[in-house]
């Protein structure tokens, strides 16, 4: 026999009587309810997995929680949107330099070709080849998917034309676009680096902007469908560790490990350098996070503010405005 759902009311006195939080009041019911038990306090109660659950001594401490998680999607945001659109933006350059055709067709056969680079019938070689064929069917699916739905879509293929690149870069996920990039010739792969300020001694094989579009897709969708992302549990895998070392070595910043959300402001404040992005508005994106961190400070117990905000944040980020 199913249980019978608890009650808002319910729900309260299960996180006092039982989880020892004092919670009470209209005031606590109608925060608890913006936040929602299962979305909000359920999300929140934990650093990164439920094994390592926190403490609180008030509901307050976990409206701060939430509080500081909702500054870090608003934060991310604008300047994630803003990094997909210029790396779209530059990889098209390369690429319509390169093949002189607007054709999803031409491009898949002249330039995603980086399965060539492997030994024929190897493991790698056939994995390349399983990538660049998904790729493929992905976006004719999404072709398919959208005809009738956008007009973009429907304004081509009406005139029996053929869906250009820069439309199906609009179609595409962040994620997508990653495997586009990575599925390049090495030779266009590293002009394209080149094109965004990648310094080649770091990317001999083109292929590290893909390593980091990869890093930052699931910062991205975590924002977007309004996941958490204060401890960076949205990470699908470990991030490659040449991201890692490229950052420390321009900027003299250690531990970037991606196990703390600081790292993603670093990645975006150094990729938004790279671009060439004004001083102040780097600065401004980074001074939001401290803003952040200081309010959350303030809130919660100091044990809990360092499982959120590691110790060596505050020094990471005097390097990171030094380099900027």
């Not at 919670?23 to 606590?28: L, R, Y």
């Not at 250009?164 to 495997?179: C, D, K, Q, R, V």
């Not at 994106?285 to 117990?301: A, D, I, P, Q, Y």
Request: charged residues 25%.
């Amino acid at each position: 026999m199913q249980k019978k759902p608890k009650s808002i009311n319910a729900l309260m006195g299960y996180m006092r009587d039982v989880k020892g939080i004092n919670i009470k009041g209209s005031n606590d019911k109608k925060k608890l309810r913006y936040m929602g038990y299962f979305h909000g306090y359920k999300g929140y109660r934990y650093h990164n997995n439920p094994a390592n659950t926190y403490t609180f001594n008030s509901f307050d401490e976990v409206q701060a929680i939430y509080d500081f998680d909702m500054a870090m999607k608003t934060m991310f945001y604008p300047e994630i949107m803003f990094l997909e659109t210029t790396f779209k933006n530059y990889v098209l350059e390369v690429i319509l330099d390169e093949v002189k055709s607007k054709r999803f067709a031409d491009i898949y056969a002249k330039l995603l070709t980086d399965y060539k680079s492997f030994p024929l019938g190897s493991n790698d070689y056939k994995k390349a080849i399983n990538k660049r064929m998904n790729l493929r069917n992905k976006v004719y699916s999404l072709i398919s998917r959208d005809y009738g739905k956008r007009f973009i879509v429907n304004h081509y293929y009406d005139k029996d034309q053929p869906l250009p690149i820069w439309a199906i870069f609009e179609l595409i996920s962040l994620g997508e676009f990653g495997t586009f990039v990575d599925c390049l010739e090495t030779t266009v792969g590293k002009k394209v680096s080149k094109s965004i300020g990648i310094k080649s001694s770091y990317d001999r094989d083109g292929k590290l902007l893909a390593i980091i579009v990869y890093a930052l897709k699931d910062l991205r969708n975590a924002v977007a469908h309004n996941n958490t992302v204060f401890d960076a549990r949205f990470k699908t895998g470990k991030v490659n560790t040449r991201i890692a070392k490229y950052i420390s070595a321009e900027t003299g910043i250690g531990n970037v490990t991606f196990e703390s959300i600081v790292d993603y402001v670093i990645l975006i404040s150094f990729m938004m350098k790279l671009l060439e992005c004004p001083k102040k508005k780097i600065i401004a994106f980074v001074r939001m996070f401290e803003k952040s961190c200081e309010e959350l400070r303030g809130k919660v117990s100091t044990s809990i503010f360092n499982t959120i905000v590691y110790t060596d944040t505050r020094s990471k980020l005097n390097l990171l405005k030094k380099y900027i």
